[in-house]
């Protein structure tokens, strides 16, 4: 039985890089060693990471504009403490917009490191929104926001402009729309949502504004330390990268970011028209603000019918639509490698529980 692979991260990827890490996994560009024990420091391996530093920035139009990207380890979280330590000065203060769980993490981490502001929230409301009426302070630091909350199932549509550095974290939307993405001076993901296997997360900066805190940085937590040695200056996350190179590859062979946005348009488009037409049905977050990579959605009846939805999206193959506990009912992540043929079975399955109940 073919797998629908809806979860929200280790995420689906592209079936013909399975099959490229498999073979790498056995002899690596023929080098009769596997790229789990081929070193980082070998020509075979500084290909990759070369390549991949110079597509992902490739991919989103930032090439020679005077961005570094790099491939660092620790996923998002690591970066929720190296953000406030290469960026937040002495005696600073940042500000941060709170729209979901991994938001507020990156708030609680900040506040380790000065003042912190939280100039919007929609945490009394369950994260069921994204915020809109605030202004950026000119008197920060920097700014701080997160694209996409895959527990909450929002996406900011449209980001302020600002004065003062633009920071976000787009760990689970990164490459799946086109934006204007020299917009921003920081862009963060973890690579398990969209781009990779779990191990490795993408930071791209804007290295002139690096070396500006008057703050001693250990060399770990360092970004230029990290882009002096080219994402080497501890061992990489090696048969990570490559994967995530391979998901590069594949993206740029589709025609770009721009290709996959109208595909995951297409997938979002699909899903919520069931969502909005079925009765037996109704999404979580607010319409305006929909996710098109995590649609969250409840059963208008949950007691009466949860057993019988639950039977029929198993037995269909789907897998990983249980929603996050903070929120209940089902979460369906359409990541870039997702194909719309998963959507319909989904919404195939919803049509046949109404029928069933009808």
């Known amino acids: 039985m073919k797998i629908h692979n809806f979860s929200a991260g280790p995420c689906i990827l592209p ?7 498999a073979e790498a996994v056995l002899n690596f560009n023929n080098s009769g060693l596997s790229i789990l024990e081929i070193s980082h420091r070998s020509k075979d391996f ?6 991949a530093r110079d597509l992902a920035l490739e991919l989103l139009n930032l090439k020679g504009k005077g961005y570094q990207a790099l491939f660092l380890q620790g996923g998002a979280s690591m970066e929720f403490l190296r953000i406030p330590y290469n960026f937040l000065k002495q005696n600073g203060k940042a500000a941060y917009l709170d729209t979901g769980t991994w938001a507020n993490n990156a708030i609680k981490e900040a506040k380790a490191f000065g003042e912190t502001l939280v100039i919007a929230s929609s945490k009394e409301a369950n994260y069921s929104f994204i915020p809109k009426d605030y202004s950026i302070p000119t008197d920060v630091d920097y700014f701080h926001c997160t694209s996409n909350n895959t527990i909450y199932g929002t996406q900011i549509k449209e980001f302020k402009s600002s004065s003062v550095p633009l920071i976000c974290d787009m760990s689970s939307d990164i490459f799946s729309r086109t934006l204007d993405f020299s917009k921003f001076d920081v862009i963060y993901a973890g690579a398990q949502k969209n781009m990779g296997p779990a191990g490795v997360t993408l930071v ?4 002139e504004l690096l070396g500006k805190t008057n703050r001693a940085i250990p060399n770990i937590l360092n970004y230029q330390v990290h882009i002096a040695k080219e994402s080497m ?4 996350a090696v048969s990570a990268i490559y994967t995530s190179l391979l998901t590069l590859q594949w993206l740029k062979k589709l025609g770009g970011v721009q290709a996959i946005e109208s595909k995951n348009q297409a997938k979002a488009d699909l899903l919520y028209q069931e969502i ?4 037996l049905f109704k999404g979580t977050a607010a319409v305006e603000d929909r996710s098109n990579m995590n649609a969250t959605f409840l059963l208008q009846n949950d007691a009466a019918h949860k057993e019988q939805f639950d039977a029929l999206w198993k037995a269909a193959g789907i897998s990983g639509i249980n929603g996050h506990r903070s929120v209940g009912g089902y979460r369906a992540s359409m990541y870039n490698a997702l194909p719309i043929e998963s959507v319909q079975v989904l919404v195939d399955v919803m049509k046949e529980l109404e029928k069933k109940l009808k």
Request: net charge negative.
């Open 276 to 279: 909005d037409r079925n009765p």
């Open 204 to 207: 791209v900066i804007k290295e």
């Open 15 to 21: 079936q013909e890089v399975f099959t490229k890490t």
């Open 46 to 51: 500084v290909a990759v990471m070369e390549e």
């Open 233 to 236: 200056y501890n061992t990489p």
